[in-house]
C-alpha cells in the first residue's frame, strides 16, 4: 500500500483490532479517551459538498471550586494545493483563497474561536526547487498583503482569531524574504507577527536559499480567547523553542507544517505531544497533505535521479493536551477541519499535578548553556582511565 493510500493509524486500528483491546491500545498510544463532539448539520453538509471531512472532540478539564471553565474551540486546517504548479501565480493561490474560506465558514458553524492554517498554506510548498521563479512572487506583506486582507474579511465575518502563515516579503528591510505566521484578531485587527525560528537543511527541505532564521523570538499573542504562541513547522525539532514559548506564557502553540512520510512520519504523532507534556500547554500540529509537481526536476544532493515532487504530504494533523491525551488525526490523504473544544483549566492543573515547571531547574541549564557557547568549552566527561 502506498503512502498516499494509507487512510490514517487510527482506521488501521479500529479494522484490525477488536475490542476491548482496541481501547487499551488507544489507551497507550493517544492516553486518556477525548469525547467526541457532534458536528451541525450545516457545517457537515459544507464538508460532504466541499469534499473535506470534519472531525471534533472535546477535552476537559477537571470541575473547579474557584475557576470558571476557561472554554475555547480551536480549529485546524490541513489541504491540498488547488491548481497544477504552472498556473499563474494569482490563479493558484487565489483557488486555494477559496478553497480555505469555504472550510473557515464550516470552522465558524462549529463554533471556532481560534482557527490556524497550514505552513505556507496559500502556495505550493516550492522550497524543494531552489528556484527563484516564480515561487519568490508568492511573497508578500505580512500586514497588508492580499492574503492578509482576506483572512481579515474572515476574522471579522466570524469573530476568529486566525493564524496565517505565509511567505513574507519584508519591504522596510530589503525586500527580503520570511517564513512567518501573521496574527489577526476578531475585529480584522493585525494582532503581530512572528517567525520561524529554526530552518532545515535535509533532503529537499532547500529553506535556507529563500530565508533565514527569523528575528522575533518566541512571542506569545494574548488574545480574547488566551495566550497563543506559533513554532513553525520544523521548530517541533527543537525543545527549547517548545520550551521558551513556554516560559513565556503561552496556552496553545500551534504548530503549522509542511512535512513528507518519508522524511518525518515516526517522528509526527510524538513531538507536539510530547512538546504539550512537558511545557504545560496544549498543542496543535498541522500539516499540508498530497503530492505536488513542479515543472522541473531537482535533485536531493543523495545520488539519486532527479524528480519533479517533494513526496506525499502526509496530513494527520491532530491536538495533544498538557495531560498527555490528543485527539485522533484527520486524514494522510484529505483535506480537512479538526475542531477541539479545550479547557485552559487544564494548563495550570498538569503543572499541579507533574510539576513540571517547580522541577525544571532553569537555573542549572542556563548556565551550563552559558559555558557550552564559548569557544573554550570543554564538554564535562569524566574518562574512566585517567
Known sequence: MSSGEFQSLEECLEKHIPQPELAEVKRILFGKPVEAIEIPTAAAALGKNGDFEIKAYKINAAAEELRKPRTVRTGIIQHKILLPTTAPVKEQRDAILERVGRITEAAALCGVNVLCFQEAWNMPFAFCTREKQPWCEFAEDAETGPTTQFVQKLARQFGMVILSPILERDGVHGDTLWNTTVVVGTSGNVIGKTRKNHIPRVGDFNESTYYMEGN???????????????????????????????????????????????????????????????????????????????????????????????????????????DGSRTPGLSRTNDGLLVTEIDLNLCRQAKDNWGFRMTQRLDLYAESLTKAIKPDYKPDVVDENL
Not at 496556552?251 to 518519508?262: D, K, W, Y
Request: hydrophobic share 40%; proline share 7%; glycine share 10%.
Open 216 to 322: 522575533t523570538g518566541h512571542k506569545v499573542f494574548n488574545t480574547k480567547f488566551g495566550k497563543i504562541a506559533i513554532n513553525i513547522c520544523y521548530g517541533r525539532h527543537h525543545p527549547q523553542n517548545w520550551l521558551m514559548y513556554g516560559i513565556n506564557g503561552a496556552e496553545m502553540v500551534f504548530n503549522p507544517s509542511a512535512t513528507i512520510g518519508g522524511l518525518s512520519e515516526p517522528l509526527w504523532p510524538i513531538e507536539a505531544r510530547n512538546a504539550a507534556i512537558a511545557n504545560s500547554y496544549f498543542t496543535f500540529a498541522i500539516n499540508r497533505v498530497g503530492t505536488e509537481i513542479f515543472p522541473n526536476e531537482f535533485t536531493s544532493a543523495d545520488g539519486k535521479p532527479a524528480h519533479r515532487d517533494f513526496g506525499h504530504f502526509y496530513g494527520s494533523s491532530y491536538a495533544a493536551a498538557p
